[in-house]
């Protein structure tokens, strides 16, 4: 089992940025990719970014493209999104997502995770 928690959620007026950070516990050495997923009220959980912890490969969403950067601490099993340039687009809860399965097509799928956080609300401001 791996135990995922984020932290670093609140509110922001738009423009303004927030960094995100997700610590992993329990069995993370057979961890494979870490993403970070994202559900507005009525919406379906989507897709941000993603970063393989070994090679460090980065995935984003289009949308986030250029304001978003994920990044990892190995030595912490720490995950981090930093968020600039937030729009009121960006609300949501924001979800820390770990897999062990060893593919760079699914990482950027929900089903493509085996273990989530329990999420973090970022609220943007117009």
């Known amino acids: 089992q791996v135990q995922l928690v984020e932290s670093g959620g609140g509110l922001v007026q738009a423009g303004g940025s927030l960094r995100l950070s997700c610590a992993a516990s329990?069995?993370?050495?057979?961890?494979?990719?870490m993403g970070w997923f994202r559900q507005a009220p009525g919406k379906e959980r989507e897709f941000v970014s993603a970063?393989?912890?070994?090679?460090?490969?980065?995935y984003y969403r289009d949308a986030v493209k250029g304001r978003f950067t994920i990044s990892r601490d190995n030595a912490k099993n720490t995950v981090y999104l930093q968020m600039n340039s937030l729009k009121p687009e960006d609300t949501a809860v924001y979800y820390c997502?770990?897999?062990?399965?060893?593919?760079?097509?699914?990482?950027?799928?929900?089903?493509?995770?085996?273990?989530w956080g329990q999420g973090t609300q970022v609220t943007v401001s117009s």
């Open positions: 997502a770990a897999t062990s399965t060893r593919s760079t097509i699914l990482v950027t799928t929900k089903r493509g995770y085996d273990y």
């Open positions: 329990g069995r993370t050495f057979n961890s494979y990719a």
């Open positions: 970063i393989i912890w070994s090679a460090g490969s980065t």
